[in-house]
């Protein structure tokens, strides 16, 4: 309950968690994808030159899209 004299802030903070998936990592011309084993391609923003990460793959990140995940971190799986 807010003060009589102020108006209580009507503003939701929504924070979404990071999504944590599994997948091949694969480089491409244009930058990196995640392939899930359930067909979805994501593209990968953020993602930098990992020579010894071409295959199965843990990525965190935050969803920018239907296909754009922006990459918190990313590792061996």
């Known amino acids: 309950m807010g003060r009589p004299d102020r108006p209580a802030s009507r503003a939701v903070i929504g924070t979404v ?3 944590r998936l599994r997948g091949r990592l ?3 011309e244009r930058g990196f994808l995640l ?7 994501w593209r990968l923003n953020g993602a ?10 843990v990525v ?12 918190l971190w ?4």
């Open 17 to 19: 968690a990071p999504l």
């Open 74 to 77: 990313l590792g061996p799986a």
């Open 35 to 41: 392939d899930m084993e359930d067909g979805h391609v």
């Open 26 to 28: 694969r480089r491409t």
């Open 48 to 57: 930098q030159d990992f020579p010894p990460l071409v295959d199965a793959v």
């Open 60 to 71: 965190e990140g935050r969803k920018a899209s239907p296909s754009l995940l922006d990459v």
